[in-house]
């Protein structure tokens, strides 16, 4: 709109369920799988064991833990359960069966030290945790129950039977809260992210529309990314709204997920942006039958055009299709759609339906018309309820007519695709002029003795910051720091030139695939500039 410089995707709305009516996203997610051709397909495969649990017994578990978490172990509805595990079968189950008795989840990293745990549980005051036998230990000794979910207590809450329970008596209305995630911290200290079921049915609603009529056979989704982020979490529930065949992976390791889309002929797979570069450069990719590979889905994080480029390329019959969004926005905001979107290289896709966007200047606060860059903007039914706990926070980033700051610079181009620059706060201050790491990381990742690489601002006297490039070589390779500031010299202009170099063995990631600067910080930087 050109007079209030909003962007709004010109498809046409998809139909929401009425706002008033009582509904989980879990209840909406199984009576649209109920509904499918495919009601009968395998809902889940274990990757390691080969088990498969079909959607009736999905259905069936589900239903019979509910009931057992709501008359055994006396959960009621608005209680906080905790949950730390890796991906399993039984997370999508429990999930399911907390949501639909209106349990709030609060799922973490099983990669957290006991600190962080502590502190997660501190915020968001469980009543019950999900454990595994790997990651109870990491859980503080408090007054709350603990349940194993790879025990045989879990499998029998499963299993057995009840009679007396059904999901219709709990009332859950959209409005309350279905989920804290946690965001992952990258800028500051770990937010705890209200979500509420309204807000995944605005996520899975759109995916389920824009699914392709004309499939045999149902979509097989390889989860590479973890169920604890918004991305996995909300993956899970739109695999069933889907009737998806979901293959689940515990622990990722490179040869483990090409081997599983052979043998379970996988055809979509969501993915870091890391783990698209390494099978890029992975020659095992060779070693694997990959012909059912139809689809990757890569966001979190930025990915480098030429990593896009040279993956179509290597697997011309597979679509990368990026994806943006934040905790915030319960996941995806931006997505490329079909083949032809997803070849604008760079772009992470256009608004989903039902988003308006704006383009910000952070100095002025006007909004930009396209091409220009600003922070983006985002409303939608899916933002948030707000921050956990910490009203200063969510009176700073989500205002209360519900536009929400993102914190990253973007740029939309005339046709409404989406292009992240990087984030206000990683912006280098060069005499004035801003500098965005994420383009300079790209271009160094280009070169061909550069395995990966990261950009922080370094404390300078004259300029206030000037650019450190923090590099991963490749084996044997000799290059040094002139040749390495000599590359990037020659690509850009002069103040966004990179003025120092430290030779590293690997750069510090999240999960997510997210650099953690904090990290590198602390070890590049003079202690007195933290
Ligand atoms: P915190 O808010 O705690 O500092 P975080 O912002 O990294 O952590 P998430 O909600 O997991 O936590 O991530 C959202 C952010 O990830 C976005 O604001 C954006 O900076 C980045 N991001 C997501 N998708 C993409 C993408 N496709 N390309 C570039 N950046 C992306
Ligand atoms: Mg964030």
Redesign the pocket.
């Known amino acids: 709109c050109p007079e209030t410089k909003t962007f709004r995707d010109l498809r046409p709305p998809v139909p929401f369920p009425s706002e008033t009516v009582p509904l989980s996203a879990a209840s909406l997610a199984l009576s649209l799988q109920s509904a499918s051709p495919w009601r009968d397909a395998t809902a889940l495969i274990d990757s390691a064991t080969g088990h498969r649990v079909s959607y009736s017994e999905f259905q069936r578990f589900t239903r019979n833990l509910a009931s057992a978490l709501r008359t055994t172990v006396g959960l009621c509805k608005n209680d906080v359960a905790f949950v730390i595990s890796p991906n399993l079968i039984s997370v999508p189950v429990l999930y399911f069966a907390l949501l639909s008795l209106g349990i709030i989840i609060s799922p973490a990293n099983p990669l957290s030290t006991s600190e962080e745990i502590s502190r997660l549980i501190s915020i968001s005051t469980p009543v019950i945790a999900f454990a595994t036998s790997a990651t109870a230990d990491k859980l503080p000794k408090l007054k709350y129950p603990t349940i194993l979910i790879d025990s045989p207590e879990f499998e029998s809450m499963m299993e057995r039977k009840s009679l007396d329970f059904e999901f219709r008596d709990v009332e859950i209305s959209q409005n309350d809260v279905a989920a804290i995630l946690y965001?992952?911290?990258?800028?500051?200290?770990?937010?705890g992210v209200l979500l509420t079921h309204r807000n995944f049915i605005a996520v899975t609603v759109p995916y389920y529309h824009s699914q392709q009529q004309e499939r045999l056979f149902p979509p097989v989704m390889l989860y590479t990314i973890p169920y604890f982020?918004?991305f996995g979490f909300f993956f899970s529930l739109k695999s069933v709204a889907m009737s998806e065949t979901a293959v689940v992976m515990g622990r990722f390791e490179l040869r483990r997920m090409l081997r599983a889309v052979q043998e379970y002929k996988v055809t979509h797979v969501a993915m870091a942006p890391p783990v698209v570069v390494a099978m890029l450069n992975a020659i095992e990719s060779e070693d694997y039958d990959l012909r059912s590979l139809e689809w990757v889905g890569?966001?979190?994080?930025?990915?480098g055009k030429d990593s896009i480029k040279s993956f179509t390329e290597k697997f011309p019959t597979v679509i990368l299709a990026?994806?943006?969004?934040?905790?915030?926005t319960t996941g995806v905001a931006c997505r490329a759609m079909g083949p032809e979107e997803s070849r604008r290289w760079g772009s992470?896709g256009r608004l989903v339906e039902s988003y308006e966007a704006k383009i910000v200047d952070p100095e002025t606060g006007i909004a930009l018309p396209p091409g220009k860059q600003g922070e983006l903007w985002i409303r939608g039914p899916s933002v948030m309820k707000g921050y956990l706990d910490d009203s200063k926070a969510t009176s700073e980033t989500l205002f209360s007519d519900g536009w929400l700051r993102?914190?990253?610079v973007c740029y939309f181009d005339n046709e409404g695709f989406l292009f992240?620059v990087d984030?206000l706060k990683e912006l280098i201050k060069y005499k004035g002029y801003q500098v965005a790491p994420?383009e300079l990381e790209q271009l160094l990742q280009s070169h061909p003795e550069i395995v990966d690489a990261a950009v922080i601002p370094y404390p300078d006297e004259e300029a206030g910051q000037v650019p450190l490039a923090c590099v991963v070589r490749r084996p044997q390779s000799s290059l040094d720091e002139a040749q390495v500031l000599d590359f990037i010299a020659k690509r850009v202009a002069p103040y966004k030139k990179v003025r120092r170099v430290v030779f590293i063995s690997s750069i510090p990631k999240?999960p997510?695939g997210?650099i953690l600067r904090k990290e590198l910080r602390k070890n590049w930087l003079p202690e007195s500039k933290l």
């Open positions: 965001s992952s911290g990258t800028t500051g200290k770990v937010k982020h918004v890569c966001g979190g994080a930025p990915l990026q994806g943006y969004g934040l905790t915030e992470v993102t914190g990253d992240v984030r994420a999240s997510a997210k």
